[in-house]
């Protein structure tokens, strides 16, 4: 929560000194794509693959055995990623040309911003990635916090940037390209003290015939795509937004950070716990507690996912402007935005459920049945983008980039949905009593809730027309009223946080 919170500080910040032009398109693009590598490498298929293995080898081998693994591990990974770093530094032309092509031929200069840039961000993925293999580690000892608020190290050091290093650059946003830089250094040292009270800090050693080592990249290889498949289809996203009016990856950007919220306050904490938790039971050869983990985690995605989505999507214009309609972010953009932001919300709850289900089979490593389905989701997405985008571009329709995040929240169901029927298939879940009643509860709550929020949110031009503390003061409380509401309107239809506390064990 506290780097949620900081985050939304971060990109108010960025929204007021630097708008949403050319140059931030340009940050923004050099910023996503080793963020886009972290969360396909790091925080995806490297984390699914190397979590359940490090518990096999916590639950069934001795310590030595454990530190060697985590030696070998670490000496690997750090050697592949950094001649994959001097890589893209050297080639960082040719990786911006695949992020955004169209700026190629149609924006140069600003193509030419993004490269250089590049060579400044990139580095950012070997420190992340190491970063992550750190807190991979921590929490499959149980240790979350530390993991946790790591990531609010980034947000202070891209605030920093902005305002120390931002005036000391033509265009500011290169002085951002730095405070990414150095926030890699930061977050990795920061998990240090934790892992070394664990005793699980060796030198790294390289290992890429080491027993552990081959499993971990065993299961990575297919992994990379089945546990990312969301991560593609928003750089898909940006490819194409590439193409559209000065502004439309700026929008994309600040609408997806909203939705992040949510999503990264509960659905990726949710993921975070649920991982070591089924690879447990899955070492422990305990399938009734596996489903039941599985239901658990189901029914809260439910609960809190579906009030958020709403909440997004009814409220959009207001948050967004209450957030970001200073300086140099326009009117304009927040209509913009709030179009992007909308869509994406429908598809919240499909996020939040694949981070939940995915971790169904990874915990078995199984690794490839997310594959096959997610080569569906992401044709799925590609059909639905032309389906959206290209009829609204060649017709001059306004806000063809919210077909972009349309796509993406769709094919997230899609992929959920078809890994929520291959757990059913394979026996591995099996529903617990109760869903029946708990979906009937959880409309009504929603309706309760939609409603009164749908009533007194007001036009959008009152809105633009406030200033910030008047913004805040009504966004407060129609967040407020509606959170009263819901959750009030669950009680009086009997749905008890005792319900819902100890079954995922």
Do not use: C
């Amino acid at each position: 929560m506290v780097s949620r919170v900081l985050g939304f500080l971060r990109d108010i910040v960025f929204a007021n000194l630097f708008g949403a032009g050319a140059a931030t398109d340009a940050f923004f693009v050099a910023f996503k794509i080793p963020n886009f590598l972290r969360r396909l490498f790091a925080e995806g298929a490297f984390s699914q693959a190397f979590v359940p293995i490090l518990s096999e080898y916590k639950t069934r081998r001795s310590e030595a055995e454990v530190r060697l693994l985590v030696a070998s591990v670490s000496g690997t990974l750090g050697g592949i990623l950094l001649l994959l770093t001097l890589l893209a530094m050297i080639f960082s032309p040719l990786l911006t040309t695949l992020f955004a092509p169209g700026w190629r031929t149609e924006s140069p200069e600003i193509f030419t911003l993004a490269a250089d840039m590049l060579r400044i961000t990139f580095p950012y993925l070997l420190l992340i990635s190491l970063t992550a293999l750190a807190g991979g580690i921590l929490n499959t000892y149980g240790r979350f916090a530390i993991p946790a608020v790591t990531p609010v190290w980034l947000n202070i050091s891209l605030i920093a940037a902005a305002f120390y290093l931002g005036p000391l650059f033509e265009p500011g946003v290169i002085g951002l390209a730095w405070g990414v830089f150095i926030a890699g250094f930061v977050q990795l040292l920061f998990q240090f003290p934790s892992l070394k009270r664990l005793g699980l800090l060796p030198m790294p050693r390289w290992g890429w015939h080491d027993e552990g080592v081959r499993r971990i990249i065993k299961l990575m290889i297919p992994a990379i795509f089945g546990s990312s498949v969301a991560q593609i289809n928003l750089l898909l996203d940006t490819i194409i937004a590439s193409f559209l009016v000065s502004g439309s990856v700026s929008w994309l950007y600040y609408s997806d950070r909203l939705v992040e919220f949510p999503l990264g306050v509960f659905g990726i904490a949710l993921a975070t716990v649920i991982l070591p938790n089924l690879s447990k039971k899955h070492a422990a050869a305990d399938p009734e507690a596996f489903s039941r983990t599985l239901d658990w985690g189901l029914r809260w995605v439910f609960l809190i996912g579906a009030p958020a989505a709403l909440g997004l999507i009814l409220l959009a214009a207001p948050i967004l402007a209450t957030l970001f309609q200073y300086g140099e972010f326009s009117g304009h953009s927040v209509e913009m935005a709030s179009l992007s932001l909308m869509a994406y919300g429908l598809g919240l709850l499909g996020f939040m459920l694949v981070k939940v289900l995915a971790p169904g089979y990874f915990a078995r490593q199984d690794t490839k049945t997310p594959v096959r389905i997610g080569i569906i989701a992401m044709g799925a997405n590609m059909a639905l983008n032309l389906l959206f985008v290209v009829p609204m571009a060649m017709a001059g329709i306004e806000g063809p980039h919210a077909g972009l995040a349309l796509a993406t929240g769709l094919a997230a169901f899609i992929n959920a949905g078809l890994l929520f029927r291959g757990l059913l298939k394979q026996g591995v879940f099996i529903a617990q009593p109760g869903w029946v009643g708990f979906t009937l509860r959880l409309l009504f709550a929603n309706l309760v809730m939609s409603l009164p929020l749908w009533w007194l949110r007001g036009p959008m031009h009152e809105w633009l027309a406030w200033g910030a503390v008047e913004r805040a003061w009504h966004l407060a409380a129609l967040v407020t009223l509606g959170g009263v509401l819901y959750f009030s309107a669950l009680w009086l239809v009997g749905v008890r946080p005792r319900m819902l506390l100890g079954r995922g064990g």
